[in-house]
């Protein structure tokens, strides 16, 4: 039977010769992941199950990301019951303030996921990992319970979409806007249950960073999965940061696909989703005049080094603008002392930018940025819902980097190329 890249790693997983679309099937894990929301239900559920020691104390990532450092009592208490558990389970990978990194930045920037594994975490963004080739995908806490316990998760095998893209990306123009992009082609449900698959030469013209945010936001099109296939740059990537050999995967040339979409990469414009859906895309072709009274630049879709160098190359030497609070999150320590050594923090200050320690805090509304009644954002974040960074009357637009720094000096959504 002929299988997808997605359908080959489940199929290995599960000890099958092949898999097919819809089939149901129990597969082992090589990772289980979770952070200081999730986690503390999937422990209580752990309790109840009666499980005692983990499956594998190095296959379990627990990173302490979305109200670290802690904003409050209820906050210290979660983050005090994943760190007790971990010290319990004597789990390896447990992340906190201080070597803390937003997670699906971190987990990569670590080497804890390479191409052919199997991931789930709870937190919907787990699809990330498929730019390394990776099958990951984001399950309930009671599933990252079981995960913990005894290394396995059902799944049901989904259909696929495959994209095939060519060209290169013109200046400015960045992976988050090749995914807002087929989002609002597609639509928040367009992709269902399904593998999003990516393939063709313009992949390679893709920089890892661009991958990861490309798979980051499979979810908001309500993909089980994103997947790259693995090429030269994701084994130089993978070398760079894991000790782990990875295993590569490729789709059967007459594999089959729901559908097959061609996108070029070079008529691909910078593109911001207006609220309150990440569907809702406009071009500059068709942009009215929106002020924004805070800029948020960081995330697990935009929180990586590249991201900061381009919006430090939009700030350097100018000002943001007065009425704008603009905030920069970089993505892990390791992302922040690397922006520090290149002068970028350098720069975001002499802009008027506050620079924070990592955390997830204003994407969700949780803290560090949280917006009032009518106020507007324009961030690199990954969802727009109503109040999702505040105030249920406040709005989120979504955005690249680029244009999220040309914003900022604006104050209202700009295009970088009209700088």
């Known amino acids: 039977m002929q299988m997808t890249q997605s359908q080959k790693i489940l199929a290995a997983h599960a000890g099958k010769k092949s898999v097919a679309a819809g089939d149901l099937i129990m597969a082992g894990l090589d990772l289980v992941l979770g952070n200081d929301i999730t986690a503390p239900v999937a422990i209580n559920e752990y309790r109840k199950h009666g499980a005692g020691c983990v499956f594998d104390c190095q296959k379990i990532a627990l990173v302490m990301d979305h109200f670290t450092p802690n904003k409050d009592i209820k906050a ?16 390896e990978h447990y992340y906190d303030t201080g070597e803390v990194g937003v997670e699906h930045c971190l987990l990569p920037e670590k080497g804890l996921v ?3 594994d199997l991931v789930i975490g709870a937190d919907s963004h787990t699809c990330t990992y498929g730019a390394l080739g990776a099958f990951s995908t984001g399950v309930g806490s009671t599933d990252m319970a079981v995960g913990m316990a005894h290394g396995k998760a059902w799944f049901k095998v989904p259909k696929a979409m495959q994209f095939r893209l060519h060209g290169k990306l013109r200046k400015w123009v960045s992976g988050k806007d090749v995914i807002l992009h087929i989002i609002g082609k597609t639509g928040v449900d367009g992709a269902l249950y399904k593998s999003m698959e990516y393939c063709g030469e313009g992949v390679a013209n893709l920089s890892m960073d661009d991958r990861l945010c490309i798979c980051n936001m499979a ?30 995967y490729e789709a059967d040339p007459d594999a089959e696909y729901e559908s097959v979409t061609d996108i070029n990469l070079d008529e691909v414009p910078c593109t911001v989703a207006f609220p309150h859906l990440p569907s809702n895309t406009r071009t500059f072709d068709d942009m009215p005049e929106v002020r924004i009274d805070q800029v948020v630049i960081g995330s697990c879709t935009n929180g990586r080094l590249s991201d900061l160098q381009v919006a430090a ?14 905030l920069i999150i970089p ?9 520090l050594k290149l002068g970028l923090l350098e ?32 961030a690199t974040t990954n969802r727009n819902f109503v109040g999702r960074m505040g105030h249920p009357s406040s709005e989120v637009y979504l955005g690249s980097p680029a244009v999220a720094a040309a914003t900022a000096l604006n104050g209202i959504i700009t295009e970088p190329a009209g700088l």
Do not use: W
């Not at 979810?219 to 000790?243: M, R, W």
């Not at 190359?313 to 603009?326: A, F, P, Q």
């Not at 320690?357 to 940025?369: D, E, S, V």
């Open 313 to 326: 190359e939009i700030l350097k030497g100018r000002k943001v603008h007065k009425d704008v609070r603009t």
């Open 219 to 248: 979810i908001e099109a309500g993909a089980k999965n994103g997947i790259f296939p693995v090429d030269e740059q994701t084994l130089e990537y993978i070398a760079a940061h894991s000790k782990r050999k990875p295993q590569v």
């Open 76 to 91: 210290a208490e979660q983050t005090k019951q994943v760190r007790d558990f971990a010290r319990e389970k004597g789990i």
């Open 114 to 116: 390479v191409a052919g």
């Open 347 to 378: 720069i975001f200050v002499n802009a008027g930018c506050a620079v924070s320690t990592p955390t997830c805090g204003p994407c969700l509304g949780g803290h560090m940025g949280i917006l009032a009644a009518g106020e507007r954002a324009l």
């Open 331 to 339: 993505g892990t320590q390791k992302i922040y002392l690397d922006a």
